[in-house]
């Protein structure tokens, strides 16, 4: 049967069932998003019949996949229930202090309580909640809108390292997408809110290594755009280089309206969301209070 046949010979009636070219060239991954070898069978890398792999094609540029084939010996396309998932990354260092935090905790409620009242947002959004200090944990798994409960965050941690937070978005997001297609969703790329008030206190090559491990769509197929947020200590240029869509600063410890950007974000993606898998949107114009940095990583901070 299929699943002790070498993959290899399979690949034109995999690309026949996803609707991919006769001669397409695609990678085959599994749940953690590292690639299959097709030279062996599904049994011998681990897939068992009633296992799901990811497929990406080749060769047309960097794009967010969609299908999957391998389910109970058949193969099938995508699902036309589609998905937005969102993720909220949040310092949780000692210097974000009580006030900030209790702020946080409000933008969070109120958050919650916008989306419930926008239906479009409550049929696409999926959101999930990842703090991040001296180490790196999902507070709130990846959940439908409407189930949401915001958990309460707490500063409370000793540094504020960087790298242990992506390689956790890294693998967070890699078992959330297969998790969605597995249940017969089919998601569009996902969008990374990150807010910090400091600087990096792990090693500046380990956690550049590791955010680009995250946000390379040549080398991680879930990779996501990343907004970031940086107010206090954090510098211009260390949050111009984890923002890979837009990134904004502030210099006072005040974090009033970052949530306005998510929401208005959120709303023009889900109304423009179509057949493609990249709807996400930002307005041109920085939130108040916020300075949008420029593009290109300044080579100095501001």
Same mark, same amino acid.
């Given at each position: 049967m299929a699943q002790h046949v070498r993959i290899s010979t399979l690949r034109a009636e995999i690309a026949r069932a996803v609707g991919f070219p006769p001669e397409a060239k695609f990678t085959l991954r599994k749940r953690d998003g590292s690639p299959i070898d097709q030279r062996i069978s599904f049994a011998e890398s681990g897939i068992g019949r009633d296992g799901i792999v990811l497929v990406e094609q080749n060769g047309t540029g960097p794009h967010f996949p969609t299908n999957?084939?391998?389910?109970?010996?058949?193969?099938?396309?995508?699902?036309?229930?589609?998905?937005?998932?969102?993720?909220?990354?949040?310092?949780?260092?000692?210097?974000?202090?009580?006030?900030?935090? %209790?702020?946080?905790?409000?933008?969070?409620?109120?958050?919650?309580?916008?989306?419930?009242?926008?239906?479009?947002? *409550?049929?696409? *959004?999926?959101?999930?909640?990842?703090?991040?200090d001296d180490t790196a944990r999902v507070a709130l798994p990846l959940t439908d809108v409407s189930r949401v409960t915001m958990p309460p965050l707490h500063a409370d941690g000793r540094g504020t390292a960087y790298g242990p937070l992506f390689e956790l978005l890294r693998t967070t997001i890699a078992a959330d997408l297969y998790d969605l297609m597995r249940s017969g969703r089919r998601p569009y790329r996902p969008a990374v809110f990150f807010l910090s008030d400091g600087q990096p206190t792990d090693d500046d090559r380990a956690w550049r290594a590791r955010h680009s491990a995250l946000t390379d769509p040549r080398g991680f197929h879930g990779a996501p755009h990343v907004v970031a947020f940086g107010f206090g200590e954090a510098t211009a240029a260390t949050i111009r280089a984890v923002g890979t869509l837009r990134a904004y600063r502030r210099p006072a410890a005040e974090i009033t309206s970052f949530m306005d950007v998510l929401l208005t974000s959120l709303l023009h993606s889900t109304r423009r969301a179509g057949p493609g898998d %990249?709807?996400?949107?930002?307005?041109?114009?920085?939130?108040?209070?916020?300075?949008?940095?420029?593009?290109a990583p300044p080579e100095e901070d501001a």
């Open positions: 999957l084939p391998w389910r109970r010996n058949t193969f099938r396309g995508p699902s036309a229930y589609r998905v937005l998932p969102i993720y909220l990354a949040i310092d949780t260092s000692w210097t974000m202090n009580v006030d900030i935090m %209790d702020r946080i905790n409000e933008e969070l409620a109120e958050l919650r309580l916008t989306m419930l009242r926008e239906p479009r947002l *409550c049929e696409i *959004c999926h959101v999930s909640v990842l703090t991040f %990249d709807p996400f949107e930002l307005d041109d114009d920085a939130p108040p209070g916020w300075e949008r940095l420029p593009d």
